[in-house]
């Protein structure tokens, strides 16, 4: 089963294929990602890598936790599940979006 690993401390030259490359080291990589702020396009500076197995994704932590990146010292470690978002529409799980009680859209009062 494979693993995700979350790798932090990107130097921003680094693409999605470097960071392939430089995890297949360790082992088979299944994907590998750098993060983009979705506002602007930049690279936030840390991306995600999924390693083929376990025992692989353990080795590449192993290998590459504290190692330097083109001067940067990097984080690698087993990332966290990704907790459920809230927000932005109906808490009775409807699709709407949920609008904002009162009037005067923000310009405190009625118009």
């Known amino acids: 089963m ?6 932090g401390n990107l130097p921003f030259a ?6 392939s490359r430089l995890f ?3 082992g088979t990589v ?4 750098v993060v983009l702020d979705p506002a602007t396009g930049r690279k936030r500076g840390f991306g995600f890598v999924e390693m083929s197995s376990e025992d692989e994704a353990q080795a590449a932590v192993n290998m590459f936790n504290g190692s330097d990146v083109e001067g940067r ?9 990704r907790a459920p978002r809230e927000g932005g529409f109906n808490r009775d799980g409807g699709d709407r979006p949920r609008r904002r009680e009162g009037g005067g859209g923000g310009f405190g009062g009625r118009r």
Request: hydrophobic share 50%; proline share 0%.
């Open 2 to 7: 494979s693993k995700k690993l979350y790798v």
């Open 30 to 33: 299944a994907s590998a990602r």
């Open 14 to 19: 680094v693409e999605d294929a470097d960071l």
């Open 73 to 81: 010292t990097i984080v690698v470690d087993i990332a966290r599940e």
């Open 24 to 26: 297949a080291q360790a």
